[in-house]
């Protein structure tokens, strides 16, 4: 029964089924959006307009469909098919080594008709034919008048190395899911932050307490005015406050210290130091009236203390200047940094506040899946090999020779060819 039960494990159609079940899961998790609040799913997957007719937030919910990766029923479908390579391996693939390694030598001439390349040689020196077959590298064993020769055994090997590849990228993915968090925080430059806002984590997700500050942030545009990279300056900072170290970061070069990965996701914009004559330094709030094709940030500067006179200000980029409008709309011109304008009091720009949005994340798996891709890989090489036998029977002045391969069946018809030519 245990027989039964593993090699039922082993057989490649129960591996198909799982993998392709494994991969529908995969693309659920594709098309909805993962790891997102129980609001987002309320508004795109209402219960009176549910999507496809049947999926709606609740469901998505009771499954756990908003965080596929992480459920039970995820993780015991990765450890079924992990099972099954690995019960597949020992069962069929290390077997399938061993014969292949040992010397399989033909013991009657009826055993060629199985063979797609065969012949019969007549008052040959069979001293020729095997210096010919040394020369093709192959590995020559022989018992009296019987020989078996082969090449290219490291090919045989090219399946045990897919089923470790894939083993090893099951591990690092669970692994990942158990013990990964993502975080998103939004940091004004200058201040200090802490990772608190966890979007994500794993049931055995240990966060190590953290500290940074961004020191600046800043956009360089190219000559379309179009946004060419975001940057912040970040410090990583100890118990004490003190700085340890400290790396610029933009989008695709994130900073990594402690084990945890920094990525620059966002920005905004929160306000602007302004001084007027009826005021001095102080900072107004900007607020974000962004559409989907254009960021936008709206303030209102008083210029009295009755606060209901004074200009609207816009802004829609981070290069150092702002404009102006009075209450009518009109535009009254550009104000750049540290620059004053006159209108009904004077009014200079200090700084333009920006924020940067980091998102912050750890996938202790990422290394395991590494090697196991670079593995698989190496797999895909060492199966370009081929592995080619040639076997020979001498029955007094005749000798039949013939051989098989398990790819390139043609350069093989060739190479057989000038061996027995």
Partial sequence: M???LFRAFADLRFAITVLLIIASCSIIGTIIEQDQSIETYKLNYPLTNKVLGFLSWDIIVKFGLDHIYKTWWFLILILIFGASLLTCTFLQQVPSLKIARRCQFFRTIDQFSRLKFSKQLKNIN????????????????????????????????????????????????????LGGFKAQEIIPKTETFHIQNILSNGQLTSITPASARVNDFWITYNQQTTVNQFYSDVSFLNDFGTEINRKTIFVNSPAKYNGIN????????????????YFTTAQYPLI?????????????????????????VLINNLQGYCSFYDKSGLFL?????????????SITLIDIISSTGLQIKTDPGIPIIYTGFGF???????????????????????????????????DFELEFFRVTK
Avoid at 333 to 345: A, D, P, R, V
Avoid at 395 to 404: A, M
């Fill in 2 to 4: 245990k027989q039964s």
């Fill in 126 to 177: 069979i001293n020729q034919i095997l210096f010919k077959i040394k020369e093709n590298q192959y590995s020559i064993y022989q018992q009296k008048n019987i020989i078996y020769c082969y090449k290219g055994l490291i090919g045989r090997i090219a399946p045990l190395i897919v089923h470790f590849s894939m083993i090893l990228i099951l591990v690092g993915s669970i692994i990942g899911s």
């Fill in 262 to 277: 920094y990525y620059q996701t966002d920005w905004n914009l929160i306000g602007l130091r302004i001084k007027t004559d």
């Fill in 288 to 312: 974000n009236i962004a559409n989907k094709q254009e960021k936008i940030w709206l303030s209102w500067i008083p210029i009295d203390n009755m606060l209901d006179n004074g200009f609207t």
């Fill in 333 to 345: 011109g550009n104000l750049e940094l540290n620059e004053t304008i006159k209108l009904k009091s």
């Fill in 376 to 410: 698989l890989m190496l797999s895909t090489l060492i199966s370009y090999i081929t592995y080619s036998q040639i076997w020979i029977v001498q029955n007094r002045k005749k000798v039949f020779i013939g051989g098989n391969t398990t790819r390139a069946k043609f």
